[in-house]
């Protein structure tokens, strides 16, 4: 295919998808790393719960079990981004420069006591304890009035910024809508008021349709690579029935979220030979602030799961546009013939 | 300090400073680095012409000289992200789906016949003819009705996306406004209604008040570290007096902007060992094409230098905002004793 535009329907970007630029999907393929041993222990593993910050909350711990037994534990980040003890105050310095003080809270999941385990190689119990707490910490903070949105990320290998391998993952809370949520809401609010119809749902309607991008599907999830991927191999991973609120979900949806996202970890991990990437899950804003009257009915939680493959440049940092490329159309086939050779 | 949150002016976006995650500016210092030899010819050396595609133009060929004799030489790109020859259609695929065809231009500057030179290391006038080939890219460009926005960028240094050493910087031109310079131009226009003000010349203002995050200043340029800056070292080339459009700078001026070009450069190579960066010039769309009235009252053209320190994880990519460990308060104090210390 020649090179063409995309525009981001959840955005006001747009996307360059420039095949020409990269021969095949098979470029992408990672080289086989070594786990990361920097010698120390490992903060994380069972027996080293002094090098963790406070415990929040844990996961299979017996009562009157010994601190080091657990299943999960949620602990406070050492270095956190952002205080609860900060104050909440605007400081308007001057016409152009604001500042608030830096509140929020900045959490690390620790998802297992196995040091050498991946989210895609839990069983998909185990994984479903990790949705779950995922669950309960948004719901717990959101009833903290001054957080107003609550950004739950994963990064996996160092060049998606992991600074220790055990498996885990973060959430931070912000006093602010950020950006990236804000778009996403202003297109889909934009979008219901024109169309009278949630766009994710649209999108999900259009993609079954003619059946493309679509690299996995339950009976009530869907595992797709967008129309308009910002990066190779983008993959999103959405309820198929309308909700807006992650921390809504059912107990029985949450099972059925894990089996389909080990399934889609895993034809990512086959496919390109277990790539570094990020993961993050975008959820409607705390209820107790939003200024969006039926928020519930125009915006849709889900999963975005960036590959780390390509690096970002001076053109992309200068225009907000971004250069994919394969095609999600031609990433979406590799991985399902991935499942083929594997 | 205490971590904060800073508005970025220019966008929805805000900044998290956050000092307490990391130790201070000398963690940001790089290990010198060798210069990557792949062994291979480089085609961007003299006599390796044919390795090169399309020449659009040459600086300092005589008459009649061969092929191999110029300072300086624009080529199309190789492997172009977008194309001149495709065509401009918008094609709405449905209601979430909509393309246009990869119409566009992708030329690379390559700037010296000095292999392992820099645009730190190049003198005033060899930096100036650098400068005046990017401003007579953009206005030659802007004669093509299609090309709405010319985005020059250079990437230095693997990590920043350069995949090849020889002195060298980029341009793409694209058929839309993209998103960032909508952002700024949205945001500039916002001011400039509430304040009757440029935003850019505002924020000049302030910074001068109080004498804060300036690094470098001539009579009619200033280069800073950004209130709101995202990234470790942001630093900021302006002119001082109100100016929309790059293309249209004055001769008198761009020998005065390579000066503090090269000086503002030459500060970031020795405070951190030439660090990889992004650069990009901000500039207004092609005026046959903007929509926005007196743009030329509210826009301010300028460059951004992206040293590439720390990674970008999940939690930007989520939300859009940025954790930068370093204040720009304390970066231009670093910037500006590592003067001292050379």
């Known amino acids: 295919m020649s090179s063409e535009l995309r525009k981001d329907p959840f955005s006001d970007g747009w996307i360059i998808v420039s095949p020409e630029r990269s021969k095949k999907p098979t470029d992408f393929i990672q080289k ?35 601190k080091s037994e657990w299943d999960l534990r949620v602990v406070a980040n050492r270095f956190p981004a952002l205080k609860i ?29 196995k040091h050498d385990g991946e989210l895609w190689s839990f069983s998909d119990e185990e994984r479903y304890k990790i949705l779950e707490v995922y669950r309960e ?51 889909s609010k934009h979008f219901w008021e024109t169309y009278n119809n949630c766009l994710f749902c649209e999108k999900i309607y259009e993609n079954k349709k003619i059946n ?47 089996k389909i996202l080990g399934e889609t970890l895993t034809m990512l991990k086959n496919a390109l030979n277990n790539p570094p990437y990020n993961l993050v899950i975008h959820t409607s804003p705390n209820s107790l602030h ?8 125009f915006f849709h939680w889900h999963i975005e799961i960036i590959p780390r493959l390509s690096s970002i440049a001076g053109f992309e940092w200068g225009t907000g546009f971004y250069i994919n490329p394969v095609s999600p159309e031609e990433a979406a086939k590799f991985l399902l013939n991935s499942l083929v050779r594997n």
């Open 32 to 66: 086989t790393q070594e786990l990361q041993n920097s010698g120390k222990k490992c903060p994380f593993c069972p027996g080293n719960e002094d090098e963790t910050s406070v415990e929040i909350r844990s996961v299979g711990r017996p009562q009157n079990g010994s």
């Open 85 to 113: 003890e900060n104050s909440l105050v605007l400081k308007n310095l001057n016409r152009v420069h604001n500042q608030i003080g830096g509140v929020g809270a900045h959490e690390v999941i620790i998802e297992s006591t």
């Open 137 to 187: 910490r948004v719901e717990d903070l959101y009833r903290d009035k001054r957080f107003v949105y609550v950004q739950i990320f994963r990064n996996f290998g160092e060049i998606a910024g992991a600074s220790l391998v055990h498996p885990h993952s973060q959430l931070i809370a912000v006093p602010t809508i950020p950006k990236r949520a804000m778009e996403e809401i202003k297109a």
């Open 212 to 258: 493309e991008r679509i690299i996995c599907e339950t009976k009530n999830f869907i595992a797709l690579e967008p129309f308009a991927s910002r990066f190779p191999f983008e993959t999103w991973v959405l309820p198929k029935n309308h909700s807006s609120n992650f921390s809504e979900i059912k107990s029985k949806d949450l099972a059925e979220l894990s």
């Open 290 to 297: 939003t200024k969006y009257e039926n928020i519930e009915n």
